[in-house]
């Protein structure tokens, strides 16, 4: 157990509908990044929060969206779904949000599988 | 932007036997970090290795070592000894160490390693 925490484990929705997938940091973690992992994009960077904060934005998609709760969790809201969006969330977490310390060190959480048929 | 290439889709390695990962990487930065992250069937994300650009001394972790090479920026894994458990997909890392760009993760495609009893 990594001490992130992802719900739900799986799941299964239909094209055009919304879903949110939740993210409880590893404790003491103040930082909380997503990740979408397909076959055809790999492993990528969607978006990053720090203490509430939206700190960094990669490739995430206008349709989807997130936010960092005052007890640190984190939700992303994915909506008017399509089928290239199934793929597997990965939540993770981190102590800060720099990158300028080695020990910052991004830990994972087991991911969320969602398939949109 | 910074770039992660792994070379090897797949690899194979007998049980005891060792093992070297490629990734090379791409950045006009002096200052960054670079990672081995392991995932095993369980789709869990874990850290294996970490590495400081600014550090001479390759990393080490029991059976894992790293070969870092700066100029030719080249990080390789060494795994000693494999054992069943070692079979995963392997994936290189980079992250800034610009304090600016947050602690973002580039991934590289991923190498499959397959261990044979």
């Known amino acids: 157990d990594s001490g992130v925490t992802q719900t739900p484990k799986h799941l299964i929705t239909a094209t055009g509908q919304r879903v949110t997938l939740r993210c409880s940091p590893r404790s003491g973690d103040l930082s909380v990044y997503w990740y979408q992992q397909s076959l055809d994009q790999g492993l990528q960077f969607l978006i990053q929060y720090y203490n509430g904060e939206e700190r960094a934005k990669g490739n995430i998609l206008e349709r989807f969206s997130a936010q960092q709760f005052p007890d640190l969790h984190s939700e992303l809201n994915l909506s008017s779904l399509e089928l290239g969006d199934s793929a597997l969330y990965f939540c993770a977490s981190s102590p800060t949000q720099g990158s300028n310390s080695g020990a910052n060190v991004l830990t994972f959480g087991a991911g969320s599988r969602l398939t949109v048929l | 932007a910074q770039t992660v290439t792994q070379s090897q889709p797949e690899m194979s390695v007998q049980e005891a036997e060792t093992v070297t990962l490629s990734c090379t990487y791409d950045t006009s930065e002096s200052d960054y970090y670079l990672f081995w992250y392991k995932q095993p069937p369980s789709r869990q994300m874990i850290l294996v290795i970490r590495q400081e650009a600014y550090k001479q001394q390759n990393a080490t972790e029991n059976r894992f070592s790293v070969n870092f090479q700066k100029a030719a920026k080249s990080f390789s894994l060494k795994i000693s000894d494999s054992q069943l458990g070692d079979a995963a997909m392997y994936f290189c890392?980079?992250?800034?160490?610009?304090?600016?760009?947050?602690?973002?993760?580039?991934f590289g495609e991923g190498t499959q390693l397959t261990v044979n009893p």
């Open positions: 890392a980079y992250r800034s160490g610009g304090e600016t760009s947050g602690s973002r993760l580039t």
